[in-house]
């Protein structure tokens, strides 16, 4: 456990972000914080740098931005990096991807056109819908990850980065579970030497990842890191771990719809999803094994957060559930529909209809930027293994074994300040408020 007012390394130095998957989110991410840097548009939806965090009593009039009180990395000491299967540069991914608008693009072009992918380590058995160019080559899945390990030790020091964190932004790979290969650091190893299939591509960086002591989060649904052998790995190393699946549109909103509905006792017949989505992602999503990985991922949030078990008449038996629809000309900007049925006083039925027109990848870069500079964070402050108090990103967030994730958005947040209040030796706030009226 950690300790609290633990002492926290300062954030000296270049901080490297290394993406496998450079497509619309990584894009969105890279060029939003050069442009942030250049005073072009404001770092709006990031917790990190806009965030404020209540110490001591509400009289006290102490609130902070969350990045003057924790040390975090700036924005202008950051430095970019990735893998893809395609060659695209970040300018030419950007343009591709469709999300930001030309002009925007173009002014930041002359740092982001340099940054070009390095090969992926890729295995079509695990994105059915892709192929591309830009793949490594070895005999065993192990030589793959010494390649991604060369990759990693040399833009370290070719960029002069202090520290790394990698943030998996690559696409949604197909379901499956944990295996008896993923149980060990050896058995895992021995599955790497001989080129076990269920050993996924992003199992295979984030091994690298954290053989190199760098801090790995897992934004889409894929099993990747949170397998007992990547687990023992990152707590052997020292190294903070995080995911699953960055909470973005429809999630988000379930997230904060459902515990309001909770707070207030209101039952649940049914919840029904649907999406349409036009991008990459939505075209990996349209092949049933990836949308497998991603439907179990959204699935289970609404009987977390409703617990069921404790509140059997309200929500013992709703209906949910979840679709995504390929539609192309729709690209990156989703279009969700959700029908909830609930119902009140005497069991009347009620319902509420959301129509959400979002844009996934804006949803989607404050957090990849929150998730690396809270990583670099931890790694800072000697925290190791899962970091439960990041869930506040996550659909499906990691937590130790036989523990059931926190789902609701206001818990995990106040877990969050919690935490950075107990790094910094600060009180815990737990809303209590007697002493106001002693
Ligand atoms: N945008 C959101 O709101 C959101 C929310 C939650 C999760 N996600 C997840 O984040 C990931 C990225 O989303 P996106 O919209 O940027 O998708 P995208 O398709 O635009 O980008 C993914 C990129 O990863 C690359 N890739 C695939 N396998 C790879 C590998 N093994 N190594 C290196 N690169 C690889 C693809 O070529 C592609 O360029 C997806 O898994 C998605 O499900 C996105």
């Known amino acids: 456990m950690i300790e609290k007012g633990t002492p926290i390394a300062p954030a000296e130095g270049r901080l490297g972000i290394l993406l496998p998957g450079l497509g619309a989110v990584s894009t969105t991410f890279i060029i939003g914080v050069e442009a942030i840097r250049r005073g072009l548009g404001q770092p709006i939806g990031s917790l990190t740098q806009m965030g404020t965090i209540r110490l001591g009593k509400r009289t006290e009039g102490r609130s902070p931005l969350i990045r003057d009180f924790v040390p975090l990395a700036s924005l202008p000491d950051m430095v970019f990096g990735g893998w893809d299967i395609y060659e695209d540069s970040v300018y030419d991914a950007a343009i591709g991807a ?200 959204k699935l289970s949030v609404l009987s977390h957060i409703l617990q069921p078990e404790l509140y059997p008449t309200l929500y013992g038996d709703f209906t949910h559930k979840v679709s995504i629809h390929y539609y192309p000309p729709r690209g990156d900007n989703k279009e969700g529909w959700d029908n909830i049925d609930i119902f009140g006083w005497l069991g009347y039925p009620m319902q509420i209809k959301i129509n959400f027109l979002c844009r996934d990848s804006i949803l989607a870069a404050p957090i990849v930027l929150d998730l690396a500079l809270f990583m670099d964070l931890a790694q800072r402050s000697g925290m190791k293994g899962v970091q439960e108090w990041l869930s506040f990103y996550f659909k499906s967030p990691m937590t130790a074994p036989g523990l059931y994730p926190e789902h609701d958005l206001f818990i995990q947040l106040m877990k969050l300040k919690n935490t950075l209040r107990h790094l910094r030796g600060e009180e815990l706030i737990t809303h209590l408020g007697t002493e106001y009226y002693d």
């Open 98 to 297: 469709g999300v930001l608008e030309r002009p925007l693009i173009e002014s930041v072009k002359d740092a982001i056109e340099p940054i070009r992918p390095m090969k992926a380590v890729f295995d079509h058995e695990f994105v059915k819908r892709l192929d591309g160019p830009n793949v490594k080559k070895g005999k065993t899945k192990l030589e793959l990850a010494e390649q991604l390990m060369e990759d990693i030790a040399r833009f370290r020091k070719e960029k002069g980065c202090a520290r790394l964190v990698m943030v998996w932004c690559g696409s949604t790979e197909v379901f499956i579970k944990p295996e008896a290969v993923h149980e060990s650091i050896e058995s895992f190893e021995t599955g790497l030497k001989a080129n076990h299939p269920s050993i996924a591509p992003s199992m295979i960086y984030a091994y690298a990842a954290l053989k190199s002591g760098v801090p790995f989060a897992n934004g889409a649904p894929n099993l990747t890191v949170d397998v007992p052998a990547l687990r023992q790995l990152a707590a052997e190393r020292q190294v903070p771990i995080c995911g699953k699946d960055f909470k973005t549109g429809q999630t988000l909103m379930k997230t904060i719809l459902a515990p309001g509905l909770k707070a207030r006792m209101l039952g649940l017949a049914g919840w029904y999803s649907t999406n349409i989505l036009g991008n990459r992602d939505g075209e990996v999503l349209d092949d049933p094994g990836s949308f497998k990985t991603k439907e179990e991922s």
